[in-house]
């Protein structure tokens, strides 16, 4: 049974940064695509970034340049290093687990962690 954990939100004023990781379990398949989406308040879950298992990674516009995966393919664990926060990075964050080489959609992604809420304060 695939099982991920999110870790690491938090709150952070205008400017800061957070590290959150994803650890996967319960699935030994060697070539999968992990990646993080996020919900702000009231709007529709987004795809931010994905990592590949052939090393590949995908940013959206929105985070290029600020956000950085990582994905630890033995480990299965994806990280997501962020900097320069923003107010509109305020959302739940959620780790997600597609076995195969997938875009970054939601509904690409069959398997999601429980989210962790991250808060940017101007």
């Known amino acids: 049974q695939v099982h991920l954990v999110e870790s690491g939100g938090g709150s952070v004023p205008a400017g800061g940064s957070l590290t959150l990781s994803c650890a996967g379990s319960?699935?030994?398949?060697?070539?999968?695509?992990m990646g993080w989406f996020r919900q702000p308040p009231g709007k529709e879950r987004e795809g931010i970034a994905l990592?590949?298992?052939?090393?590949?990674?995908t940013y959206a516009d929105s985070v290029k340049g600020r956000f950085t995966v990582s994905l630890d393919s033995i480990k299965r664990t994806l990280t997501l290093e962020m900097s320069s926060l923003q107010p509109e990075d305020t959302a739940i964050y959620y780790c997600?687990?597609?076995?195969?080489?997938?875009?970054?959609?939601?509904?690409?992604?069959?398997?999601w962690g429980q989210g962790t809420q991250v808060t940017v304060s101007s």
């Open positions: 997600a687990l597609s076995k195969w080489y997938v875009d970054i959609k939601p509904d690409d992604f069959p398997y």
């Open positions: 319960g699935f030994t398949d060697e070539l999968y695509t």
């Open positions: 990592g590949f298992t052939d090393g590949r990674t």
